[in-house]
């Protein structure tokens, strides 16, 4: 990882004109090139206000002061576990069955490997900064071009000109990944701004499952982290992404995902907010090739004055072409949950088959939930719907649970449980059910 320990010596600590260059430093020129036009894009770009309908209910002058945030300056941690924190091989431990691993501490990944087996094969992952220079042809190709461009707002600009490392995946023509590749992120510095990039490629029937967890402690001072991701299922591909984000107080998470899926192909995504005190996800699944299919899921707990906002899109731009989003949050304390989402038919995509439902389960009468469903059909012969629910805690539920023996918090716990199990039902491959299952329940631990 020797490339990482040099990406930052001598950075300012400014998000500014200067960072873009002295992080480019000797990387290839299309990619100095590539960051430098991302800077011009993220200058002239407006910071999101709540005039925008994407942003109506995440007020950035009071939830981000990207002024004051400047990049990490602490040196990469060594590739040594018994060194790193506690929570963080902790959830290692818990991660025994996998592909390969990334482990990412403070913006730098420290240490990747990848089943002996699935590298002869030629499976690659690795630091996306390396990557660079040692598979330079794919990660040229498809690094901020099809999927999250600078162009695609304010901060995909600040992403694409200031990233410095983050993860590549990349699974051959017909290889098929039994198992997750697992990711886990830890961050420390208060004050600091972290921006990282994830790139996955997978080739024609291809399978690969990936799980990225994003851990801290609380912050005294506002942390930020920016990842933007971009999943390529090429026709036939079987992709599952998943995002797991328990940062402490203090935390602003916010990502940007696209997906995009060929002929055949299906990319399903899952997102598990529990952490940080503001939270913001933009994910853009888009159909492009006739039979592709993508379930979008989502979950989300919050408590205390947690804010989480969710921007979705389902773009079905071929015929043919089916998706279907479920999100589910449960919300207590003063906490708040929004969720934005839009199915696009575009012209000539008929039989498209595509739902969206979000459901809202309140535990305080503090609690709060905004629910914007859409539809934007541009062809006649369709299959589209879209709901929102906001609902209190069954109290019927609660009751038998309760006469049954369990008390008031062990019965809604439960019910909590049971409401969000529905989107875990649906998750098609393994090896991540049981992870998500886990850090639920010890969210819900803390519960009442």
Known sequence: MANAVALTEGVTAALNEEAVSRIAGDEPE???????????????????????????YTDLKKKLDLDSLRLPQGAPAPDDRASWPKPLRAALDADREASGHI?????HVVHADVDASLAKQGVIVMSLHDAVEEHPALVQKHLATDAVPAEEGKFAALNAALWADGVFLYVPKGVRLEVPVRVTRWFTEPGAAYLSRVLIVAERESQVSYVDEVLSDDFAQQMFTSTAVEVIARDGAQVQYVAVQRLGKGAFYQAVQRTLAGRDATLDTLNVALGASVSRIDLNARLLGPGANSDMLGLYFGDGDQHFDFNTSQDHVSPNTSSDLLYKGALDGSSRGVFRGIIRVHPGAQRTDAYQTNRNLLLSPNARADSLPNLEIEADDVKCSHGATVGELDAEAKFYLMSRG???????????????????????LGGVVEKVTRVIEEKLAQYG
């Not at 482990?103 to 913006?107: F, H, L």
């Not at 369990?406 to 098609?428: K, N, S, T, W």
């Open 30 to 56: 299309w990619l100095r090139e590539r960051r430098a036009h991302a800077w011009s894009v993220y200058e002239a770009t407006p910071m999101p206000s709540t005039r925008l309908e994407q942003w109506r």
């Open 103 to 107: 482990v990412v501490i403070d913006g």
């Open 406 to 428: 369990l008390d008031r918090i062990q019965a809604e716990r439960l019910v909590v449980m049971g409401f969000l199990g529905e989107v875990l039902a649906r998750l098609p």
